[in-house]
C-alpha cells in the first residue's frame, strides 16, 4: 500500500474524530442551551443529510423545531435567528383600558 494512501487514510479516521466529537459538543451545548436562538443556531449544525426525525432522535429536540430551524435556514443560511414571537408582548394600556370597559361597564 503506498504510503500516500495511508496518510489519507489517518486524515480521513481523525476527521471522523474530530466530526464526532463536534456532534457531542453541539449536543451538549443543547442541554444547556438558554435561548431559542441559541437552539436554532445548534439545531442548524447538523448534517443536511439528516433527515427531520433523526435529527429530532439524535439531538433530542422536536421535530417541528427541527422543521422551523431548516425553514429559517432558507431564508438565513447556518446559525439562523429566529424570527420574534409576539406571544407574550405586553398589550398597550389604552387596549387594556378599553377591554376592561367593554368587560366590566361602570367597573
Not at 464526532?20 to 431559542?36: F, T, W
Not at 441559541?38 to 439528516?50: C, D, F, G, V
Not at 446559525?79 to 370597559?101: C, S, T, Y
Amino acid at each position: 500500500m503506498p504510503k500516500d494512501q495511508t496518510v489519507g487514510d489517518e486524515q480521513l479516521i481523525a476527521l471522523g474524530r474530530d466530526y464526532l466529537e463536534l456532534l457531542q459538543q453541539v449536543k451538549d451545548k443543547l442541554r444547556v442551551a438558554a435561548s431559542a436562538q441559541e437552539l436554532y443556531q445548534l439545531i442548524s449544525l447538523a448534517p443536511m443529510s439528516w433527515s427531520v426525525a433523526k435529527v429530532a432522535r439524535e439531538l433530542k429536540v422536536g421535530e417541528r423545531l427541527v422543521k422551523n430551524t431548516r425553514g429559517a435556514m432558507e431564508e438565513q443560511g447556518i446559525l439562523p435567528i429566529p424570527k420574534k414571537n409576539f406571544a407574550g408582548n405586553k398589550m398597550p394600556d389604552e387596549h387594556v383600558k378599553r377591554v376592561k370597559e367593554f368587560a366590566m361597564p361602570g367597573a
